[in-house]
Nanobody
Framework: QVQLAESGGGLVQAGGSLRLSCVGS????????MGWFRQSPGKEREFVAA????????YVAASVKERFTISRDNAKATVYLQMSRLKTEDTAVYYC??????????????WGRGTPVTGST
């Protein structure tokens, strides 16, 4: 099991930027694909972005394309979500998640507790 801890959330004005970080337990981090999800009150969880274990493939949802970027540093056992030009509709709790194997496609097994992001006008 991979332990995950998100950080970097907060209140940001619309149009601003924020970078989320997720630190994983080092033992298996580099062998796992990582993803970012978000959930707002009353809405279903949304798959926002993902990156393969070897960083050779990424996914970014259409709703945040051109604004969000995912990256990882396996030496630091950390995955990042760089968010720019934030909108009020980006307000949600953001979760990172991990799955075994290189591909980011499939079921995510381990989850962090989430970090809240609030976009204000």
């Amino acid at each position: 099991q991979v332990q995950l801890a998100e950080s970097g959330g907060g209140l940001v004005q619309a149009g601003g930027s924020l970078r989320l970080s997720c630190v994983g337990s080092r033992r298996s981090f580099s062998n796992n694909a990582m993803g970012w999800f978000r959930q707002s009150p009353g809405k279903e969880r949304e798959f926002v972005a993902a990156i393969s274990a070897e960083s050779d493939s990424t996914y970014v949802a259409a709703s945040v394309k051109e604004r969000f970027t995912i990256s990882r540093d396996n030496a630091k056992a950390t995955v990042y979500l760089q968010m720019s030009r934030l909108k009020t509709e980006d307000t949600a709790v953001y979760y990172c998640a991990s799955k075994e194997g290189n591909t980011w496609r499939g079921l995510y097994e381990d989850w962090g507790r989430g970090t809240p992001v609030t976009g204000s006008t």
